[in-house]
């Protein structure tokens, strides 16, 4: 089986410190859509 890796390490520092700061934002905006729908939802349940 293959081994799988987010990030090439063999890329230069740069782009791979870029690439792992790209997918800590996506994490963090997938949490915090993540909380505005639900509040979003309890808004349209409520009212």
């Keep these: 089986m293959p081994s799988r ?3 090439n390490r063999h ?3 740069t ?3 870029a690439t ?3 997918y800590m934002e996506g994490l ?3 949490a ?3 909380g505005l729908l ?3 939802l309890g ?3 409520a009212g």
């Design 5 to 7: 890796r987010w990030v």
């Design 11 to 13: 890329q230069p520092q």
């Design 15 to 17: 782009l791979v410190l």
């Design 20 to 22: 792992v700061l790209l």
């Design 28 to 30: 963090f905006n997938l």
């Design 32 to 34: 915090r859509g993540a």
């Design 38 to 40: 639900l509040v979003g």
């Design 43 to 45: 808004m349209a349940a």
